[in-house]
Every structure is written in structure tokens, then in C-alpha cells.
Nanobody, 121 residues
Framework: QVQLVESGGGLVQAGGSLRLSCAASGRTISSYNMGWFRQAPGKEREFVADISWTGARTNYTDSVKGRFTISRDNAKNTVYLQMNSLKLEDTAVYYC??????????????WGQGTQVTVSS
């Protein structure tokens, strides 16, 4: 079955950087667009970024454009999220998932444990 393991989160000061990783198993990522999502306390999970299965196309929610970069290594079955110029409002638990076709909807109901990102002032 599908397993997703997110890592790389932590506590960082505003303006700092983090690089998140998402190691997938159970199904190769090479046939899927992949996405990052986040959920802040008391809020719904929201889309952050996605990348096409070839890596040729990326897409970001407006609030992270120019600061975050999504990438993938299909050989390692891993997706990354480089986060620069972090802001307080980026504080959330970050998740990755396979995407449904060309949408930004998660393909599977399963979610990993996520990785906590906390940005301090």
C-alpha cells in the first residue's frame, strides 16, 4: 500500500529556510503529478504546490510564489519542497501526496504523519 514519509521540518526564524522531503513507497511517483499541502492549527488543509510527473511544470499557491520551490527525484521516489524567506504564516504541518490527474486534489485518502514547520519571530 501507499506510504508517505515527510521530513525536514523544524523551528526556524522568520526569513530562514527549510527543505522538506517526502519519501513515497508502495507506488512509484513517476506516473503521478505530486503535491505539497499544509494544515495550520484550526484551519483546513490547503494546497501549497504541485509538480508534473516529468518535473517540467510546477504550480504554487499565491502566498508562496517566489519563495518555495517544489522538485522531484523519480529515481528516489522522493519529492522536495525548498522553502525560503519563511514567514510566520507558513507555520503548519506539511504533507505530500499523489495527485488526481492534473488536479490539485489528493489521489489517495491516505496521508502521512506530516512534518511540522514552525516559524518564529
Amino acid at each position: 500500500q501507499v506510504q508517505l514519509v515527510e521530513s525536514g521540518g523544524g523551528l526556524v526564524q522568520a526569513g530562514g529556510s527549510l527543505r522538506l522531503s517526502c519519501a513515497a513507497s508502495g507506488r512509484t511517483i513517476s506516473s503521478y503529478n505530486m503535491g505539497w499541502f499544509r494544515q495550520a492549527p484550526g484551519k483546513e488543509r490547503e494546497f501549497v504546490a504541485d509538480i508534473s510527473w516529468t518535473g517540467a511544470r510546477t504550480n504554487y499557491t499565491d502566498s508562496v510564489k517566489g519563495r518555495f520551490t517544489i522538485s522531484r527525484d523519480n529515481a528516489k521516489n522522493t519529492v522536495y519542497l525548498q522553502m525560503n524567506s519563511l514567514k510566520l504564516e507558513d507555520t503548519a504541518v506539511y504533507y505530500c501526496n499523489y495527485l488526481r490527474g492534473s488536479t490539485v486534489q489528493a489521489r489517495f485518502d491516505y496521508w502521512g504523519q506530516g512534518t511540522q514547520v514552525t516559524v518564529s519571530s
